[in-house]
């Protein structure tokens, strides 16, 4: 390792991730020993963030109360995984899903689930990107943003869809095209669980690479189901249309307030 380097006035300090530049009063002042990271590293932030999110009381009994209901829910989960994974790889499926009242209902009530679930993931990997300084800096904080944001976006596409229903006609192909959101609603938490487990044991439990990594997942799942409400469409025999005015008021319009101003904040 090469030897520290003094100047005049300026302190250079150097680690093996990184090296650091001071002023000597901002040494005095008990800047030396500044982290950074190295790229791809964890940053102090991170670590911060996750020993608050250990230690914080308030989120380890909501980790505990979500557990429980999985666990209380396992028989309905199980039950209805074939039909979601059938609504995954074919659109056929989802019209089933819709036309059986009990694999709805099962359907339904395990989307309720994942949305526990999605809130507590979204929270822990922040993949809300609107934490601004002073504001979702804490777990808690985190959390509830989270949940305010996915709770406001259902709450949305509930109220256009009803819309939809009662102006547009053929309430077959929006009510299936509701029902299949909440299908991949479920997917898309399924796959959110199953990346972060695969970062925590295999993954050096890096939060960025994971959060990186749930955000793809996500963005993958969301293409199929893009897709698959075209292919709805298209069966029910709706027109060019009513097809793209549906999928530009619940679909891309929407996607456009939340992917645009993430990119524009980087």
């Known amino acids: 390792m090469e030897d520290n380097v003094f100047h005049s006035d300026t302190l250079e ?33 991170d670590k911060f963030f996750t020993a608050e999110w250990g230690d914080s009381a308030w989120i380890q ?11 209380v829910s396992l028989r309905k989960i199980v039950a209805i995984t074939p039909s979601l994974l059938g609504a995954f790889v074919r659109v056929k499926e989802n019209f089933n899903i819709e036309d059986s009242l009990h694999i709805r209902t099962t359907r339904n009530r395990v989307a309720l689930i994942s949305v526990l679930s999605m809130t507590i993931i979204g929270a822990r990997y922040r993949l809300i990107p609107y934490a601004l300084p002073g504001i979702g800096q ?12 996915i709770i406001m976006l259902w709450a949305y596409r509930t109220a256009a869809t009803a819309v939809f229903i009662r102006t547009a006609g053929k309430e077959r192909t929006y009510k299936v095209a509701r029902g299949t959101s909440y299908t991949y609603f479920t ?14 044991v295999f993954g050096g439990k890096d939060p960025e690479m994971a959060r990186k990594a749930i955000l793809a997942g996500l963005a993958l799942v969301y293409l199929i189901f893009f897709i698959r409400e075209i ?19 619940l679909e891309i319009i929407p996607a456009a307030i939340v992917v645009l101003p993430a990119l524009l904040l980087k």
Request: proline fraction near 2%.
């Open 138 to 149: 804490s777990p808690e904080a985190m959390l509830a943003i989270t949940a305010s944001f």
């Open 61 to 71: 009994g909501t980790i505990a109360a979500t557990l429980l209901i999985l666990l």
């Open 13 to 45: 300090y150097r680690t093996d991730s990184a090296t650091t530049c001071r002023s000597i009063a901002e040494a005095w002042g008990g800047r030396l020993c500044e982290s950074v990271p190295a790229d791809g590293g964890t940053t102090d932030e």
């Open 187 to 200: 997917i898309a938490t399924a796959f959110a669980y199953i990346i972060a487990a695969c970062f925590y």
């Open 231 to 249: 292919q709805i469409f298209i069966q029910t025999s709706r027109s060019a249309y009513s097809t793209f005015l549906y999928l530009c008021t």
